[in-house]
């Protein structure tokens, strides 16, 4: 058997870190990353022979667990009539009916391959709507690697952004403002110093890319209004929380509905796919009927939207969503209960089946609160789960996510090895 170190020894003569996307290194927790091999359930298995029970679930698409065999069923059957036409599909009708049907915010909907072309898409659009160039994000939300999104704020007195990637041009970063997660003054403010200049406002509702991060009661419904106020379009990016926060995702949730969502993950079912949608008015200002473009060779291919409408499909029927919410609970309290004992300080936040424990005291609302984290502390811990088979996502700023796969003995399992994780602090 060829292992993971061996495997990573060649990956890295041809693919660049050994990988296809950074955070699959290890980097931040100073170990080995592994290969793997094939997955199941709750299961992912490793090139060494070793099983884990896996947290990260590629990132957030399985909520029903790895191989669900209605997925891989709708995916096999589709491949045997083709597997790419390049002209439309009534399956594609199918599951635009079933997106629109589901999240509030969408009347039509465009697919497309990743989360990344979501967001760049939906900003073009909304640049291309309002004729405004600049966009408002968040400082630690994550919207894909769209040159306009690799920003942070600027310093001093700078209220223009900086690249945070070189390849970004300083002009691309000048139109991307950055405001504070949870922090509606910022957004204000900023309004205030450019009025009639920003397009869009672009925001995680639930932020799952610098850990796991609610919004407060208020600042949903304050974006909603200043956007409102503003003549500036709402973009929620629910490429993680879309399906997963509720069948209509955070804007269901929070009853916040926004003029424009970006979807992906869950929407693929474990295949390449990414949507954006929103009000008919404003999508149909998308060529060809409109004058703003966006394309794509392989958009509403035919396997990645068998394999979403059996997603979808699976998830209506079967409404796991509150039994999964009591699942991520149950794993919540138990690991508040075990750091409390262990005397570790972690704050753990919750919402539906995504959470992440944050290895400090808390409250954690912001960027700035997160960051605060002991990722020394994160990677010990990872490390130890690890060696017990629970595989985590390598980076303390990541999500954990609860599929229907992880059973309560599962469970009991995750809270075992953190027990013993936890007493080497
Ligand atoms: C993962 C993610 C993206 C990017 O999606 P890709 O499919 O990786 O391009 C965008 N926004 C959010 C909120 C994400 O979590």
Redo the contacts with the bound molecule.
Sequence with gaps: MTTSKELFARAIQSIPGGVNSPVRAFKSVNSDLLFIRKASGSRIYDCDGAGYIDLVMS??PLILGHAHPVIVNAVCKAAESGTSFGAPTEKEIELAEMICSMVPGIEKVRLVN????A?MSAVRLARGVTGRDKIIKFEGC????GDSFLVKAGSGALTFGEPTSPGVTKGTAQDTLVAAYNDLQSVQALFDRHPDEIACVIV?PVA??MGVIVPDDGFLPGLRRITEDNGALLVF?E??SGFRISPGGAQEYYSVTPDLT?L??IIGGGLPV?AYGGKASIMDCLAPDGPVYQAGTLSGNPLAVAAGIAMLDTLKKENPYASLEIKSQKLADGLRNIARNAGVDVCINAVASMMCMFFTKGPVRSYENAVKADTGRFARYHKKMLDQGIYCAPSQFEASFISTAHSGSDLDAILSAARKAMNYF
């Design positions: 990132w957030g990743s989360g990344t072309e967001t994550y919207h894909g690697h995680e799952g890319n990016d490429v993680i970006t992906g993950k990414g």
